[in-house]
């Protein structure tokens, strides 16, 4: 049974932290390639942050230098680390996970939401 569930979202100010966090069950951890979404009000799913099995990262820009994706391989847990967050960071986030190389990802958390005023 495959699990991602997702915690640490809420609201907070302009400049402000918040981490994200994701515990995944049910999947081959160490074949695993993860991603953070989110989805504005409004506006489409976006992939912000990308995670390989042996730990490389990449980022879209608008986000690069404020978060930090990571992951603790004992505890099977995504993290996002968001710092100095803007009012356009509000969002829903979901974490999503998948054997790395596959077309297309089929695990995906419920969501947790983020709003930043």
């Known amino acids: 049974h495959v699990q991602l569930v997702e915690s640490g979202g809420g609201s907070v100010q302009a400049g402000g932290s918040l981490k994200l966090s994701c515990v995944v069950s049910?999947?081959?951890?160490?074949?695993?390639?993860m991603d953070w979404y989110r989805q504005a009000p409004g506006k489409g799913r976006e992939g912000i942050a990308h995670?390989?099995?042996?730990?490389?990262?990449r980022y879209i820009d608008s986000v690069r230098g404020r978060f930090t994706i990571f992951k603790d391989d004992r505890k099977k847990t995504l993290y996002l680390q968001m710092d100095n967050l803007e009012p356009e960071d509000t969002a829903e986030y979901l974490c999503?996970?998948?054997?790395?190389?596959?077309?297309?990802?089929?695990?995906w958390g419920q969501g947790t939401q983020v709003t930043v005023s």
């Open positions: 999503a996970a998948d054997r790395c190389g596959v077309p297309f990802i089929n695990f």
């Open positions: 049910g999947l081959d951890w160490s074949t695993l390639c």
């Open positions: 995670i390989e099995s042996d730990g490389r990262t």
